[in-house]
């Protein structure tokens, strides 16, 4: 059901539309569409629709879509019969999806969220189901799949309480798009709380980050730099964001005053932000092929974090120091067995954190200080830091099979 703000929504990005295709020309001038798929933003599809029944699957960012890949996976065994077609919005996570997904399965940038773009998209594909992670609520995709007979869930659902802040504003427009997912399944009790105050009936909880296999890595890269870094500790930030390199830099610095004794590596959460912090942290750079000479190395490059994952002896997951970020998926250093360091503000896996600090295989640093004093004592205790991390791997196993057999036992009603 259309209540009128969502149909005044309508309305209105029916009236933009004709604008859509120089925002995203615009956008691919600064790097955020991909030139050559912009058709696909506005529903014109790059690929054919296989025969049969097709499940649909769309996550927005790398995280979302990373999280899908278990999913897909055991789609593929357990239902071979489906097509299968993932959708998300960034060049990075397309960039992801063409290195990681299995062969036969489609992606696609998703449709902006437009009238003619979503209809073009329905029109082609025919999902028989959607399976939309995290917190996707694009009104025109959803009443339009919905209104066509599509059955939908939004599993591994997260929700801030400024989104539902915002959503509760139109209440009645909020409990038609929560209403129209037949499985609704939060990561955990907050998220689960905000959509039942929306109109929503959450059904067991879920959270797909729980899932996965250790990224992967090139083995003789990973001979090779632990060559050239012989010798020295390996401090991993990984998934940075503004601001957070400074703090950790300083941190390290700090703790590792002996030029020589251990060397940072910097993976920012955004890739093109390197060669800006090369200059700030004076450090050299993976995407310019530079060899991690000095004491800092920003790691630049995409799908290479696996690699750095098991370079590294002790890993600081960012977007934990970064107010309003949330944290990043600390199961991805877990599942290669390294102990993990946090900050204060990694609210977005909050449970999974307090699980892990619970059994002694992370600890959380409120600051530049804190963290200094954590990584110096794991520097200087090899023992701690290998314990730490085979609790964190040893948790992270034991999430796999629990976690992909309620999703699938979710999902199976609403497949074809």
Request: proline share 8%.
């Amino acid at each position: 059901m259309r209540t009128l703000p969502l149909a005044l929504y309508g309305a209105a990005t029916g009236l933009l539309e004709p604008f859509a295709p120089a925002v995203l020309r615009g956008r691919a001038g600064r790097g955020k569409e991909d030139a050559a798929r912009l058709g696909e933003r506005l529903g014109r599809p790059g690929a054919a629709r296989p025969d049969g029944p097709l499940a649909w699957l769309h996550g927005v960012s790398v995280g979302e879509t990373m999280s899908l890949l278990p999913l897909v996976s055991a789609l593929r065994t357990h239902r071979p019969d489906l097509a299968l077609l993932v959708t998300s919005g960034t060049v990075t996570a397309a960039a992801m999806m063409a290195e990681r997904l299995p062969a036969g399965v489609i992606h696609q940038f998703a449709p902006v969220d437009a009238p003619g773009a979503v209809r073009r998209f329905l029109d082609h594909w025919r999902p028989a189901a959607g399976v939309f992670v995290e917190s996707e609520l694009w009104p025109n995709l959803i009443l339009a799949a919905g209104a066509r007979g599509v059955r939908l869930s939004l599993i591994s659902a997260r929700m801030t309480e400024a989104s539902a802040a915002r959503w509760s504003r139109w209440p009645g427009s909020a409990r038609a798009l929560v209403g129209a997912f037949e499985v609704l399944a939060a990561q955990d009790a907050a998220t689960e709380d905000r959509l039942a105050r929306l109109g929503g009936r959450p059904g067991p909880r879920l959270n797909l980050k729980l899932v996965g296999d250790p990224l992967p890595f090139d083995a003789a890269e990973l001979e090779r730099l632990r060559t050239a870094t012989a010798g020295r500790k390996v401090v991993l930030a990984a998934s940075t964001h503004p601001g957070e390199e400074a703090l950790v830099a300083k941190a390290f610095h700090d703790a590792a005053p002996n030029l020589g004794e251990a060397l940072l590596v910097i993976a920012p959460r955004h890739p093109d932000r390197g060669p800006a912090l090369a200059d700030e942290l004076r450090a050299t750079r993976r995407a310019a092929g530079e060899a991690p000479t000095g004491a800092i190395h920003v790691a630049d490059t995409l799908g290479e974090l696996g690699l750095f994952f098991r370079l590294a002896d002790i890993v600081v997951m960012g977007g934990g120091f970064a107010p309003g970020v949330g944290g990043h998926n600390p199961l991805e250093p877990a599942r290669i067995g390294r102990p993990i360091l946090t900050g204060p503000h990694a609210f977005n896996a909050a449970e999974t954190y307090a699980e892990l600090f619970a059994e002694a295989a992370a600890i959380e640093a409120a600051d530049a200080a804190a963290l200094a004093r954590h990584l110096r004592g794991l520097l200087d205790n090899p023992t701690i830091a290998r314990r730490m991390g085979e609790a964190a791997l040893a948790y992270a196993g034991r999430q796999n099979a629990a976690t992909m057999q309620r999703a699938l036992e979710l999902l199976e009603p609403l497949l074809p």
